[in-house]
C-alpha cells in the first residue's frame, strides 16, 4: 500500500523568511504521481504541483520551489521569502498509476504558520 | 470557467439519519472523487467515479455509496450516520478518468452528526 509522511505537524516562521516542507512516500510501483495541495482556512484544496516519477527535475514557480528525490523518496516543498498569504495547510499527495483502493493518499499535512 | 460545487456546505444530522451530499463538477469533466477529511484521519479517499461507473473504492463501509449521473454530476450517501461521521467531505473533478490527473476541488460539505 502506499503511504505518504509529512513529519512537521505545525512549522510557524516569520515573514519574509524561507521554510522547507518535508514529504516522504511509500509505494511499491514504478510508475506513480506526486502533488502538493494547499488548503487555506476556508477549507476548499488548492492545487500546487504534479510531479510523476520519471521527472526528476527540480521545479521553480515564483516563490515555490520542489526537490524531487526519488533516492531517498522525497518531495520537498520549499517557499521562499515566505508572506502572511502563505499561511496555511499543506498537503503532499502520491497516486500510483494504477489507481486502485487507495486513490489518491495524502499526508497529514503541515500547518504552516506566517507571522508578520 | 465555474469551479466545482457542492451542496449543501453545511449540514446538521443524528444519529441514524441517512444523507446525501451533492457535487456537480467543472463543465466538461467527467470523472468526480469523493474524499473525507477529519481531524484525526485526515484526507481519505473514498471513491471515484467516471462516465457513470465507480472506477476506484476506499477502504470504507458498505454505509456510504454514491453515483455519478450523465451530466457527470454526483451523489454521496451515508446511511445510519455514525458520530464519526462527522467530517468535511471533499469532492474532487479531473477531465480525464484516473487519480493522476490534476483535481480541482470544490469548497466541501461539513456534516455534523449528533
Known amino acids: 500500500a502506499q503511504k505518504v509522511t509529512q513529519a512537521q505537524t505545525e512549522i510557524s516562521v516569520v515573514e519574509k523568511e524561507d521554510v522547507t516542507l518535508d514529504c516522504v512516500y511509500e509505494?511499491?510501483?514504478?510508475?506513480?504521481?506526486l502533488f502538493w495541495y494547499k488548503q487555506p482556512p476556508s477549507g476548499e484544496l488548492v492545487f500546487l504541483i504534479r510531479?510523476?516519477?520519471?521527472?526528476?527535475q527540480n521545479e521553480i514557480s515564483g516563490r515555490y520551489s520542489w526537490n524531487f528525490q526519488k533516492s531517498t523518496s522525497s518531495f520537498n516543498f520549499t517557499i521562499t521569502a515566505s508572506q502572511v498569504v502563505d499561511s496555511a495547510v499543506y498537503f503532499c499527495?502520491?497516486?500510483?498509476?494504477?489507481?486502485?483502493?487507495?486513490?489518491?493518499?495524502f499526508g497529514k499535512g503541515t500547518h504552516l504558520i506566517i507571522q508578520p | 470557467k465555474a469551479g466545482v460545487t457542492q451542496t449543501p456546505r453545511y449540514l446538521i444530522k443524528t444519529r441514524g439519519q441517512q444523507v446525501t451530499l451533492s457535487c456537480s463538477p467543472i463543465?466538461?469533466?467527467?470523472?468526480v472523487s469523493w474524499y473525507q477529511q477529519t481531524p484525526g484521519q485526515g484526507l481519505q479517499f473514498l471513491f471515484e467515479?467516471?462516465?457513470?461507473?465507480?472506477?476506484n473504492k476506499g477502504n470504507f463501509p458498505g454505509r456510504f455509496s454514491g453515483r455519478q449521473f450523465s451530466n457527470s454530476r454526483s451523489e454521496m450517501n451515508v446511511s445510519t450516520l455514525e458520530l464519526g461521521d462527522s467530517a468535511l467531505y471533499l469532492c474532487?473533478?479531473?477531465?480525464?478518468?484516473?487519480?493522476?490527473?490534476?483535481?480541482?476541488f470544490g469548497p466541501g460539505t461539513r456534516l455534523t452528526v449528533l
Open positions: 474532487a473533478s479531473s477531465l480525464m478518468d484516473r487519480v493522476y490527473n490534476e483535481q480541482f
Open positions: 467515479y467516471f462516465s457513470e461507473t465507480q472506477r
Open positions: 510531479r510523476n516519477s520519471f521527472d526528476e
Open positions: 509505494t511499491r510501483d514504478t510508475t506513480y504521481y
Open positions: 463543465s466538461g469533466h467527467r470523472s
Open positions: 499527495a502520491l497516486s500510483e498509476a494504477g489507481g486502485g483502493a487507495d486513490g489518491l493518499t
